[in-house]
């Protein structure tokens, strides 16, 4: 019965696979679930020898090693989810923050539009909140994604005038930097009340930034996510998690 679950999972990981990689930009997220197709195949095809070496000693040993990390693993991912949603907005904010991610040449990504909606919806209850786009010009982007975001949000009737690009960022850290020195220029310092609007399993991580930046009072707007992302996502986001907890924190 295990090993007829395995290949179920492995022809199920493999087809996700192939869609993954004619859809969507090559990101370490995406390497993760390629990593754990190309295991459930190892283990698919040699599973007796694997099943042998592991019955005692140092295959013992590292397969109880395994499954703790995979446990820790776990315990993370379900941390990711829901710390996204433990400090919502309170729709009074002066300014709210967007964070940039992927363009498919000059179009939002489904990542990126999720978060524009949510601002978009934050807008209508706050109709007076300055908003700040941000994110630069990455690869396979013909345009920053601040532009693309301003021209999203303007083509649904947010005035241009009340919606300030940051486009020079390449990373979580640096959209809370720039934002942080754009609002001051403007007449808001660092310790107003601020929202930023980024998906909900990044949340955790983009509210500890937006502090470690000089930010005192911030609060988040969490967007959804496509069922067909929540893998990709969130096992990128363990990682990114762990980095900030080890090199940042």
């Given at each position: ?16 696979s192939v869609?993954?990689?004619?859809r ?13 197709t ?65 363009l498919?040449?000059?179009?939002v ?37 601040a532009?693309?975001?301003?021209a ?11 919606i ?28 107003a ?6 998906n ?19 609060r ?7 069922a067909?992302?929540?893998?990709s996502?969130y096992?990128?986001?363990v ?8 090199f940042?924190a």
């Open positions: 019965m295990k090993i007829v679950i395995v290949w179920l999972l492995t022809i199920l990981f493999s087809v996700d869609q993954r990689g004619l969507s930009n090559f990101t370490l997220g995406v390497l993760m679930v390629y990593g754990i190309a295991a459930l195949w190892v283990y698919a095809i040699f599973h007796r020898p694997i099943d042998a070496f592991c019955a005692h000693g140092v295959g013992r040993a590292l397969k109880i090693l395994f499954f703790c990390g995979c446990a820790v693993f776990a315990g993370l991912l379900a941390f990711v989810a829901v710390s996204g949603y433990s400090d919502p907005a309170k729709h009074d904010e002066e300014a709210v923050i967007v964070l940039g991610a992927g498919r040449g000059t179009r990504s489904n990542v990126l539009e999720r978060r524009l909606s949510a601002a978009y919806d934050y807008y209508l209850q706050n109709p007076s909140a300055v908003i700040v786009v941000t994110g630069g010009q990455g690869p396979e982007e013909d345009i920053p994604e532009r693309a975001m301003k999203w949000l303007v083509q649904r009737g947010v005035p241009a005038e009340q300030l690009e940051e486009d020079q960022s390449t990373s979580t850290e640096e959209n809370f930097r720039f934002a942080r020195a754009i609002l001051e220029a403007y007449g808001l310092s660092a310790d009340p601020v929202a930023y609007v980024t909900a399993f990044h949340c955790y991580r983009a509210g500890k930034y937006a502090a470690l930046v000089g930010f005192s009072d911030v988040a707007v969490p967007a959804s996510i496509s067909s992302s929540v893998l996502c096992l990128r986001e990682m990114a998690v762990l980095y900030y907890w080890v940042r």
